[in-house]
């Protein structure tokens, strides 16, 4: 079992930043793929990024690439999302989550674990 919290949502001007935070507890985080989500309202469940367990190799959304970056410390158990220019079709629910898998990460159903998300919104 894995017990996934997200931190550092918020209200930011459009440009602005923001810096998501994950903290995971619970089985081996190191051996877990991690990816975050969003969810705005009325909208399905979208991929935004993923990090593979070492932190070798990342995805991105296309919606996303160039402004946000995925990072991982497998020391601290934490996954975080740097986010900048942020845009107001950026303003969704914010959800980490944890996958035993190394592929298809931008598929939700691959993941096993979620955490309970983080409010970002973007005004402009």
């Known amino acids: 079992q894995v017990q996934l919290v997200e931190s550092g949502g918020g209200l930011v001007q459009a440009g602005g930043s923001l810096r998501l935070s994950c903290a995971a507890s619970?089985?081996?985080?190191?051996?877990?793929?991690m990816g975050w989500f969003r969810q705005a309202p009325g909208k399905e469940r979208e991929f935004v990024a993923a990090?593979?367990?070492?932190?070798?190799?990342?995805y991105y959304a296309d919606s996303v690439k160039g402004r946000f970056t995925i990072s991982r410390d497998n020391a601290k158990n934490t996954v975080y999302l740097q986010m900048n220019s942020l845009k107001p079709e950026d303003t969704a629910v914010y959800y980490c989550?944890?996958?035993?898998?190394?592929?298809?990460?931008?598929?939700?159903?691959?993941?096993?674990?979620w955490g309970q998300g983080t409010q970002v919104t973007v005004s402009s």
């Open positions: 989550a944890a996958s035993r898998y190394i592929d298809y990460l931008s598929n939700w159903r691959m993941y096993d674990y």
């Open positions: 619970g089985r081996t985080f190191s051996s877990y793929a």
């Open positions: 990090i593979s367990w070492s932190g070798s190799s990342t």
